[in-house]
Every structure is written in C-alpha cells, then in structure tokens.
C-alpha cells in the first residue's frame, strides 16, 4: 500500500502528513477530472489540491495526485472487527473488468478495510470512468458495513 495512505489516515495536521519537499502543482486536465469526479458525487464544490481527504459516510475518499497520476483511496472511516475477513471480498474488486481497466489494490489498514484505484496519467480515463470506479469500491465498502452492523447489534 501507497505511504500516501497511511499518511492521509492520521490526522490533520499530523506530522506524517507534512511533506518536506514542495509537490509541483497539478495539471489543469487532472484538475478538471477531480472538480467533475466530486460534482458528480454530489459534494459542495471546494477547491481541489494534490492531496485531499473527503467523508463519504460510512467511507472515507482520500485522492492524491502527484507525476504518476491520480490515487483514489476509498476506506472505511472506522475500524472493523476482525477487517482482514473482509479481504477475500476485496480482493475480487481487483480485476481489470470489474473496475473498468482502472487498476485497483485491496489491502487492510490500520483495521480498515481499503481499495485503492489507480488511474494512470497516460491513460485517458474520464471523471465518468473514476466515478464508476469509486461507486463500485463504495458500495463494497458500504456492503462490508452494513454487515459489520448487522453482526455488532445485540
């Protein structure tokens, strides 16, 4: 798993999230992609930055850009009971076919369980392509919490 997602895991502020070296700023093209990705996730329109963490309840989305291209990381915003069952699950969502050519890497972090996309600057994937990629990864994670509930309710 990407540093990136450890990082965005600990607090605001937190030193793991401060990076010594300046990033260079994001390309306009990639820009547009993340404004027109959080559009169509209905969010208030924010202004975008190389590393942003948003709440999707019960998910968290955390993007980074930097030269290789975009990282989407999709986890739950708290810890699960025993995540790495959830793994097998996860693990499934990493065929090309199932996120639309986008690679996609399951792991456990930090008890959460966690996808992360990865669509190459090369390619030319569109905000409609990394939307469908995000909705898939949410609806497992939400699927993941919703029996999660289930199993901790008396």
């Given at each position: 798993?990407?540093?990136?997602?450890?990082?965005?895991?600990?607090?605001?502020?937190?030193?793991?999230?401060?990076?010594?070296?300046?990033?260079?700023?994001?390309d306009t093209q990639t820009q547009r992609k993340l404004e027109l990705l959080f559009e169509l996730l209905a969010l208030p329109p924010?202004?975008?930055?190389?590393r942003m963490r948003i709440a999707l309840a019960p998910c968290v989305l955390m993007t980074?850009?930097?030269?290789?291209?975009?990282?989407?990381?999709?986890?739950?915003?708290?810890?699960?009971?025993?995540?790495?069952?959830?793994?097998?699950?996860?693990?499934?969502?990493?065929?090309?076919?199932?996120?639309?050519?986008?690679?996609?890497?399951?792991?456990?972090?930090?008890?959460?369980?966690?996808?992360?996309?990865?669509?190459?600057?090369s390619a030319n994937f569109q905000a409609v392509e990394w939307l469908s990629c995000v909705t898939r990864m949410r609806r497992l994670l939400e699927r993941i919490d919703a029996q999660q509930q289930r199993e901790t309710r008396p």
């Open positions: 798993m990407p540093a990136a997602a450890f990082r965005m895991l600990s607090k605001p502020g937190h030193p793991s999230q401060q990076d010594s070296n300046a990033r260079p700023p994001m924010q202004r975008v930055a190389p980074e850009v930097d030269a290789h291209g975009v990282t989407l990381v999709l986890t739950l915003a708290h810890r699960t009971e025993r995540a790495q069952r959830w793994l097998p699950s996860l693990m499934q969502t990493c065929a090309p076919e199932w996120s639309l050519g986008i690679p996609v890497r399951a792991c456990v972090a930090q008890g959460r369980p966690m996808l992360i996309a990865s669509p190459p600057a």
